[in-house]
Nanobody, 117 residues
Framework: QVQLVESGGGLVQPGGSLRLSCVAS????????VRWHRQAPGKQRDLVAT???????TYADSVKGRFTISRDNAKNTASLQMNSLKPEDTAVYYC???????????WGQGTQVTVSS
């Protein structure tokens, strides 16, 4: 079973930046697609960004041009660089992995991001 731990959340001002990390404790990290999701109070959980095992990336329209997802397979880590943050980015951010072929999934516990003056 893949264990995921998110970190890097916190309080930032509008326009600020934050970098989230997702560290996987397990094997075969290079076989996983990694996704970042977020959920604000009273809102549905939204997919923010995805990076495949091959390194291809996709983003929600709401974060395109501001967020960048990346991975370092040697460190079993995926990151989400968030720039030009807006109050509407406030949410709990979750890391999720999906294994190639089997589609088995794991989820982290989430990290709170608050964008406020």
């Amino acid at each position: 079973q893949v264990q995921l731990v998110e970190s890097g959340g916190g309080l930032v001002q509008p326009g600020g930046s934050l970098r989230l990390s997702c560290v996987a404790s397990g094997s075969s990290f290079s076989l996983y697609a990694v996704r970042w999701h977020r959920q604000a109070p009273g809102k549905q959980r939204d997919l923010v960004a995805t990076i495949t095992s091959g390194g291809s990336t996709t983003y929600a329209d709401s974060v395109k041009g501001r967020f960048t997802i990346s991975r370092d397979n040697a460190k079993n880590t995926a990151s989400l660089q968030m720039n030009s943050l807006k109050p509407e980015d406030t949410a709990v951010y979750y890391c999720n992995t999906v294994r190639l072929l089997t589609r088995a999934e794991s989820w982290g516990q989430g990290t709170q991001v608050t964008v406020s003056s």
